[in-house]
């Protein structure tokens, strides 16, 4: 970790921390929610490692003011969490459940009270199980239940929101969702789940309009990237990356900046006329959620892949085996900005952060240094990408809490704040009084 001091980030400048729904609230069958795809996958057997779900999770639904305590504590000026569409539209669509929508209310109200800017984000995976039923995202007409979603929100909470979100990672809903079935709902399509990447999509485009209509509020999309790094010198490895640059960096992007979707042999009859107007409609800022970077070769003959995924060398890694790159964050975020030119929004990162095995220590304190050193490495290289020109407006850390982190359950803690998930009890670790520091003096300065 560099000893050198934290480079000056602008006034404005947005801090914050991210969570989603299904892995924070728990309250699964309280307040009227209904089911989502989520509750159905991790009550299947052999799903999640370690057989858990997010039944009770972090319990915020029911400490959700401890939680916006921790994060006035923190000093963050903003909050991105995500809206359980099951928990305001029980069955997706038609009746509005007001217990569910009151909760979000109570949240955003509470945020505002401390200063703090509520991010919402619409779609974090937990589509309502009645939509699955009738063909979840292989079905047009959910891209059109979610721009009603969408207005519902917008209505009731659309003067408080201080940026939406419409998506949270398309591609890897399309991909570990519906492309090998490792998340819910467990679909294993492989490249024919393209038509949940344009339902989706054509929903975002859809629900643009609809927030728009009734709030003043920015709009945002939050895609996953991944700087593709070729292993192995052979045209066929070049190919293969560039395959997968296709599919992870360009699929979402390209439509939603005007481009069209990128060559990659697609069966795109369920485009039709006038849809990918409805994808371009234009959005204030692009959420880039960066975790590592992806090592990628030739496929061995016979694959149903033209790719195949494989360890990058040379980097510390965390606890998911991810390594820690923070080079491939100022690289990817001077990649956007070279693609897309004039047609980039302001980027905020809306997600970035690790998972370790932290334990508590016999005197209950919680030393996470591994994450210390990773947030400040990827500050600094926030920074000096925007230095080199690109126009990054903020940064959330993921995430707020330890929480229920999908396939690996309880396994893999990501939070500036250790939850035991036994009791609910949150120990902030060493890694939140660093980050206080880091935002204390950078709104200090920028206050001068
Ligand atoms: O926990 C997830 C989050 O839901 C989406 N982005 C990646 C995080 C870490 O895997």
Redesign the pocket.
Known sequence: MSTAAMPNFPTGFRWGVST?AY?IEGAADIGGRGPSIWDTFAHSPGRIVDGSSGDVACDHYHRYAEDIALMAELGVTAYRFSVAWPRVLPTGTGAVNPSGLDFYERLVDGLLDHGIDPVATLY?WDLPQPLEDAGGWLNRDTAHRFAEYADVLASRLGDRVKLWITL??PF?HMSLGHGIGEHAPGRMLLFDAFPVAHHQLLGHGLAVAALRARSASPVAIAN?YSPVRAVGDSPADHGAAMAYEALHNQLFTDPLLGRGYPELGFDDTVVRDGDLDVIAAPIDVLGV?Y?NPTGVRAPEEGSPLPFELVPLDGYPRTAFDWPVAPDGLRELLGWLDRRYGADLPPIQIT?SGCAYDDVPDADGRVHDPDRIAYLDGHLRAVRAAMDDGVDVTGYFV??LLDNW??AEGFTKR?GLVHVDFATGRRTPKSSYAWLREVITTARRETAR
């Open positions: 989603s892995q974090h949270n990672e890897i996953n959620n975790y997600e993921w995430s982190e999908w990501f």
